[in-house]
């Protein structure tokens, strides 16, 4: 579904003023996105490039009293277990 200028307008301040009221915590970039059927949500193509996420990526969401954030996973590789002696 399509969404009008006015929606983003309207979605852009909504994103702007919520969560920092209570935590005083100003964001960086702001961009407005929207929930899919199943819960899917795009990330705008800005902040993606800007965080290096890409197509696969894992990322985390928490829960935090402003809202929800979203962030890249750290992901770190595990050694297999050495041989046994």
Known sequence: MAS???DRKRMGSASRDAGNASTGIRPIAT???R???RG???IPAALRRRYGIEEG???VAEAHEAGILIRPAMVLPIDPLP???
């Open 35 to 37: 929930v899919g059927k």
């Open 31 to 33: 961009e407005p996105s």
């Open 83 to 85: 041989p046994e002696r």
């Open 4 to 6: 009008s200028k006015k």
């Open 40 to 42: 899917s949500l795009v």
């Open 57 to 59: 990526s894992i990322v």
